[in-house]
């Protein structure tokens, strides 16, 4: 199985800088993507963007050009880089990662709001 485990999320006011951590442990070498998604109060889970193991990445168009992902394979960790942040850019952000190819792992979450 695979764990993970998400940190960095806070309260940052609009305009402002927050990079997220995700922290993979378990059976690392069968990861083939990893990435985040959101959930608003009210609002269904969304997709904000990945990293492939080829090292391809694909973003959630609100978030081109403002979020960056990232991974650092020695600490088996993936970050997203979220500039220039907008009140709607609030929600709890999930870690997410595919595994053996079907599997899916989750982490528990971690807020970030975006308030003045």
């Known amino acids: 199985q695979v764990q993970l485990v998400e940190s960095g999320g806070g309260l940052v006011q609009p305009g402002g800088s927050l990079r997220l951590s995700c922290a993979a442990s378990?059976?690392?070498?069968?990861?083939?993507?990893m990435g985040w998604y959101r959930q608003a109060p009210g609002k269904e889970r969304e997709f904000v963007a990945r990293?492939?193991?080829?090292?391809?990445?694909n973003y959630a168009d609100s978030v081109k050009g403002r979020f960056t992902i990232s991974r650092d394979n020695a600490k088996s960790t993936v970050y997203l880089q979220m500039n220039n942040l907008k009140p709607e850019d609030t929600a709890v952000y999930y870690c997410?990662?595919?595994?053996?190819?079907?599997?899916?792992?989750w982490g528990q979450g971690t807020q970030v709001t975006v308030s003045s």
């Open positions: 997410h990662a595919i595994y053996r190819n079907v599997l899916n792992a």
């Open positions: 378990g059976i690392i070498s069968s990861i083939g993507s």
């Open positions: 990293w492939r193991s080829l090292g391809s990445t």
